[in-house]
């Protein structure tokens, strides 16, 4: 019986902190490697499962290194916004929240030093935007369109040229693909950056922190965060489908059914309703999950 109670009580701490390390983020951060791995694995760049593991890994705990941080830095806000959060909702101790984020740092900083020069910098530049986006003295989360930007420069050139180039070893001959999922990035993540902010706009109102959707409602941010996600979606569909070793079939009818699928679940988003924006939202990271596998498929198949 004891066995059994220490067993579950392991499962559920082991539940508590994937909470705390936001899933989708972090499921995220895998496609991106894998995806990326693929691309590299493709131009005769494949550096072996034993690297590709330490990569996943030093993206990982990045990862939770900077949500966890957030959290940490947000609390009291998070007790209005997101309230089920591990921290907001107490099953995690202020003192466990640092500790793990500063395990995180450090595990993701000894991976990079082993793994070279652009694993370190793309590691050390991740940390640092995290850092300065949520803590003080900077705390960029404070002005709107930086705190967009951060999310945009780690999300698209930090990840995917940096890993890429990881993979490769170099950044001097990143492949026109890798350029295309770089550039479809930056509107995608973007508009990632304008919805995150929609469900939480009563706390952000309370503690006064001016985003974009306390600026200019949450019905203009979610207008534009669709023109940037299907602005990304045509340019990147008729774009990319002349790069060179590209399956256009795929390409094209990967990406004309995301953007269909946005079209469908962007009918049900709802600023004003709490649950089923959040829905929305998870949708749309959903899509950028698929970007990571059409794009590799298309150069694969």
């Known amino acids: 019986m004891a066995t059994r109670t220490g067993t579950r009580g392991a499962v ?15 499921v995220g951060t895998t496609v991106s ?16 499962a034993l690297d590709l593991a ?31 959060l591990p921290l907001a ?5 202020l003192a466990e929240a640092w500790r793990t984020v500063i395990a995180c740092a450090a595990i993701a900083v000894a991976l990079a030093i ?4 652009l694993e370190s910098a793309a590691v050390l530049i991740a940390l640092s935007v995290g850092a300065a986006y949520s803590s003080p003295p900077l705390r960029l989360k404070r002005f709107p369109a930086i705190a967009a930007l951060s ?3 780690v999300r698209s050139a930090v990840v995917n040229l940096g890993v890429y180039g990881h993979f490769a070893g170099s950044v001097s001959q990143v492949p026109g693909v890798v350029w295309a999922l770089t550039l479809f990035v930056v509107p995608f993540s973007a508009a990632i950056a304008l919805l995150k902010d929609v469900p939480d706009i009563e706390g952000d ?3 006064r922190v001016r985003t974009f959707s306390v600026r200019l409602g949450p019905r203009r941010v979610l207008f534009v965060s669709l023109v940037l996600l299907v602005a990304a979606y045509v ?21 004309a059914a995301a953007l269909m699928t946005l079209a469908w679940w962007a009918r049900d988003a709802r600023p004003d309703q709490r649950s089923r924006f959040i829905r929305f939202y998870l949708r749309v990271w959903q899509l950028f999950f698929l970007e990571y596998a059409v794009v590799p498929a298309s150069i694969v198949l």
Do not use: C
Request: no cysteine.
């Open 12 to 26: 559920a701490r082991l539940a508590v902190l994937w909470r705390f390390a936001r899933p989708h983020t972090i």
């Open 33 to 48: 490697v894998l995806g990326l791995y693929v691309i590299a694995a493709d131009s005769g760049h494949a550096s072996g």
């Open 54 to 84: 330490a990569t996943l890994l030093a993206a990982w705990t990045v990862n939770v290194a900077i949500v966890g941080l957030n959290q940490i830095e947000d609390v009291d806000l998070d007790r209005v916004n997101k309230p089920e």
């Open 89 to 93: 909702a107490a099953e995690l101790t």
């Open 114 to 117: 082993t793994q070279g020069w």
């Open 151 to 153: 999310i945009v420069l």
């Open 205 to 207: 109102r309370l503690f």
């Open 235 to 255: 340019a990147m569909g008729v774009g990319g489908a002349t790069l060179p070793g590209v399956n256009a079939g795929i390409w094209l009818g990967g990406h």
